[in-house]
């Protein structure tokens, strides 16, 4: 049975094939050049992390591959607001419907909601998701280096070939220019070496390391720690998933970490937007979300 990375952009490649035919790409792009001005999702990030203080792009995900539904009242609108009320950045939405529960309309519900730039959090292949996302109201758009492997391409044989990219980095590079075009940011994916080399290929400054293996679901905060001192000084690194104690927080911000995407710590909580204050303003390091 292929790993579910290889099932999710199998049945992503469909799904936008079928979109494709039910709204051709000119009606997709006349709607996302119609949508309001995107909301500054790096200026948001940037402000925080420049002051030092955490910078939380909260998640709002019903349910997941790795770990099954997450939350049954599931209220993307009420749990926008409550994130902006307790010192969200910005908000991530899966839009995704097969895998993770979720659809454009949570996106839209949750835009709508509150003032905070919102990620479309997808599997992003084709430049027609990407007029998509910014039809939908997105203000920022995922790119998963890992979906841009070569056949054969970074997994070869010798160390040589290992740091060779092995990755379709004209497909990446111009992705990344259609969601600049129409005034959207990036966040650029990577969860190792080889992906990063890929990555740094790209002008985002927003670089996430996802702590989860896709593949595996494996998740350490090691992943981060241990690509750090190969990332340049201007690119903000947004550390993924696993992220569920102060104490990983303390961890990551010692080493200079301040911007975070959480997901499953809040959506199992009662309240997200306070378990968000508890888990980043509460802590040790005794901050205040605006402070
Ligand atoms: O989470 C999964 O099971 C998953 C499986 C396959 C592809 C992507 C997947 N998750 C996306 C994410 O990485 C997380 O939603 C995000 O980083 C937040 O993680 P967490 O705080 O651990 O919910």
């Known amino acids: ?20 035919a039910a709204r051709p790409f000119a009606q997709m792009r006349a709607q996302a050049l119609a949508a309001a001005p995107a909301r500054d999702f790096v200026g948001a990030i940037r ?29 993307p609108a009420a749990i926008a607001q409550s994130y902006a009320a307790h010192g969200a950045a910005c908000l991530s939405v899966l ?38 996302a910014r039809a939908m109201g997105a203000d920022c758009i995922l790119l998963i280096v890992a979906a841009f492997r070569l056949p054969g391409g970074a997994e070869g044989a010798g160390p040589s070939s290992r740091r060779a990219p092995g990755y379709d980095l004209a497909r990446l590079q111009a992705l990344e220019s259609a969601a600049h075009s129409l005034g959207m940011a990036v966040l650029v994916e990577v969860h190792d070496a080889d992906e990063l080399a890929a990555a740094l290929t790209l002008t985002t400054p927003l670089l996430g390391i996802n702590n989860r293996n896709l593949r595996t679901f494996e998740t350490r905060l090691e992943t981060t720690l241990d690509l750090l001192p190969r990332v340049p000084s201007d690119r903000i690194v947004v550390t993924e998933s696993g992220i ?48």
């Open 1 to 20: 049975m292929p790993d579910v990375l290889t099932r999710i952009l199998a049945a992503k490649a469909e799904e936008v094939a079928a979109a494709k």
């Open 47 to 75: 402000s925080r992390v420049e002051a030092g203080r955490p910078a939380v792009i909260a998640e709002i995900k019903k349910a997941s591959p790795s770990k099954g539904v997450l939350r049954e009242a599931f209220d």
């Open 95 to 132: 839009t995704d419907t097969p895998f993770f529960q979720g659809g454009a309309g949570d996106l839209k519900a949750a835009r709508a909601a509150c003032g905070l730039p919102v990620l479309r959090k997808d599997f992003i292949l084709d430049p027609y998701q990407v007029f998509e």
């Open 244 to 291: 569920l104690a102060p104490s990983h927080v303390a961890r990551l911000r010692a080493r200079g970490v301040h911007a975070f995407l959480v997901g499953e710590a809040f959506m199992r909580a009662p309240h997200p937007g306070v378990a968000l204050e508890q888990l980043f303003f509460q802590g040790g390091m005794n901050e205040t979300p605006g402070a």
